[in-house]
């Protein structure tokens, strides 16, 4: 298989120092929860330990870590071909189930895993799953706890707690995301216009996330979301996505995208105002940048997640403006549906310490009864100011 | 809210009567599974039953339908925008939970979940829950454990299997999409050649399945699977997606893609080769278009998801080819990550029973040792010859 392995990995991979590392951290982190074995089943998180690459997430699959040797790739038997590709570890160690467990009514891919555990001797000691993720289900868990002598134990997030702060060659790939979103935001700032129909600029977008640039030296990889881009009223909906309609002057839209390099995100918003922007959208525009500039003296190492958005959110507040959701989360690796890492979020209460290299999408967005407004930034945090991820101008765009 | 409700629905909405025949026969499937609530948290199924569209499930949220009255949405408070916005229901019932439910460890939306049925007096008598589903995770099964009198029964599949006959409209919509499929496929076809990086290629696959024809009178959707298209060796693994690297003379890509007309896809696979094509592409051109003219024979009302699948499989024995994995599955309405309905599979023992107007992709994929190869179609069951839904020239593709 050598051959293989070598044509997709020597562009996707880090280097097996980095791996190791990751793995000591989550070693500590296991030993610290008491888990003897854990499975984890988010992709993210499957990328991160091992390397692992591929659209299988629509069926069972999981890396298992324990306290010694390596990590072991758990999915389909026609995804081990997949992993044989991608992971770092050399020769690995995989337990594939056979597709008679896709989808199939009388039998689990878990009773499977359950059943192979035991084979090992794996099967004793406290095991870890994720049991608030979207790919471990309910129905897998019960096959667990059927096959295995005591119930698995919680978690959740216990990998992506790790993934935390980043590394320096995770954090340049982050910044090639960075050049991608701003390529992303010239594009749309470019060419949209009264009558273009909305599908026709999400082509835009996602040429303009995609190219190979022979300046920058690298093209791009699906961002974990969708361009998600309501106007007018809509955008007071955060989550729509596009039809084929034209846009029409004397509406805002939200451009809610991330450029993603190698599966590493750099998300960034910005509001295009077609015509004579109403005067709701000044105020939003003079709120959020006020806001923004708080949030972010506030973001540096030391200070807590809490910090950053009560800044934010005493501007807003001065400002007459109630927002009811939280203000950010971390970012990086990830797969669909969220490009956030599920930790830490920047709302009061939540007092995580912000440690240098940590990484957050600053989402300043505002979702009113009438209008949506987002200028945000991605950020990474340091001991002074931090380090904006991608430099696209910070003002409501208007074009008449 | 009413002038925001029309910005959305014209374009995306099906008839409150086709809305109505689908919640009549899914309470006739609840009937007969004894389920007197049913908490369906699938994108799919949602918009399904209520038209509800966004990309917000990344964040838990379910529709939620009894004997009687309209269905009820339930989910993230700023997404109750989204609803209102793209839901079918008049005025509908919403219950929305606050921001601070979201990925936080110390409370559940499946907690609220549970109290606010509790509170309507809906927490008595059997409620149902997709078990083994991406959007309904373990913890979510524990929290209403908790707060209800009764653990949840498992409804895994009970939408989803009404959703195997497809309406006219949905047909209708499924056939847009086929013209979006033949369109990428014709792109792919046109710009291929040595040399072109493949995200570029990615680029111009989005920018065929997206843009508005002013001769078909339609643009496209995102499908629920990005494009996937590894070449060489690397096409034995079925999921890799793409980097940013030179396509190469004498290697085969095969290109798994779908159109998709507002969440309705048509999948659609084939496979290039670029110089002079192998044996064992030509070999496997040779296997998959007889035993795909011999499962399309098969593909007839009245007979079996089974009698697909064997005679597919028996053309590749006779080949000397063997594939360990189902040749097939239902397709329509979906969101990430699967285009699948998650019902039967064209696989020996599949006895499910085809009916006009059941929908399939005929995956005829083959994941060899060293290759992969795809030739697939995307099918309407009648009571003769199958529909072809697009019309995509069936052959090996040789470009030199």
Not at 98 to 110: A, E, G, L
Not at 112 to 139: C, P, Q
Request: glycine share 8%; hydrophobic share 40%.
């Amino acid at each position: 298989m050598e051959s293989c392995v070598m044509a997709i990995v020597d562009t996707f991979r880090f280097s097996d120092a980095e791996y190791e590392g990751r793995l000591a951290r989550l070693r500590r982190a296991m030993d610290a929860a008491g888990i003897d074995t854990l499975i984890t089943s988010d992709p993210s998180n499957m990328a991160w330990i091992t390397g692992y690459d591929g659209w299988s997430f629509y069926v069972h699959q999981a890396v298992i870590v324990r306290a010694f040797g390596a990590p072991v790739w758990f999915g389909r038997e026609q995804d081990a071909q997949g992993a044989l590709r991608t992971v770092y570890m050399a020769d690995p160690d995989i337990i594939a189930y056979p597709d008679i467990y896709v989808q199939s009514p009388d039998r689990h891919p878990m009773d499977y895993l359950a059943a192979r555990l035991t084979d090992r001797g794996w099967h004793k000691g406290r095991i870890g799953v994720e049991m608030d993720n979207y790919w471990f289900s309910a129905r897998g868990y019960q096959a667990l706890c059927a096959g295995l002598p005591q119930p698995p134990v919680d978690a959740t997030g216990l990998v992506n707690w790790q993934r935390g702060v980043k590394s320096d060659a995770e954090l340049d790939r982050m910044r090639k995301a960075a050049r991608l979103v701003e390529r992303m935001h010239a594009r749309i700032a470019d060419r949209i216009e009264p009558g273009m129909r909305k599908c026709d600029l999400v082509a835009e977008i996602y040429d303009a996330a995609l190219r190979y640039d022979p300046d920058l030296g690298f093209g791009g990889d699906y961002p974990a979301i969708v361009p998600l881009l309501p106007s007018g009223t809509d955008a007071a909906a955060p989550h729509l996505t596009w039809d084929d309609r034209p846009m029409r002057r004397g509406e805002g839209t939200f451009f809610e995208i991330a450029g993603c390099f190698r599966r590493y995100h750099c998300p960034l918003s910005r509001t295009i105002f077609l015509g004579r922007p109403t005067q709701a959208f000044l105020d939003a525009e003079k709120a959020v940048l006020e806001g923004m500039d708080r949030g972010l003296e506030a973001a540096r190492a030391g200070n807590t997640c809490e910090d950053i958005a009560i800044a934010f959110f005493d501007v807003l507040k001065k400002h007459g403006i109630r927002k009811d959701n939280r203000t950010g989360y971390p970012i990086g690796l990830s797969y669909p549906p969220d490009w956030g890492e599920r930790t830490c979020s920047l709302r009061p209460g939540d007092r995580t310490v912000l440690k240098p290299g940590m990484t957050f999408h600053f989402m300043t967005g505002l979702w009113l009864e009438d209008m949506g407004f987002e200028i945000t930034e991605s950020i990474v945090i340091r001991d002074g100011a931090p380090e904006c991820l991608a430099d696209v101008p910070r003002r409501l765009i208007v074009k008449d």
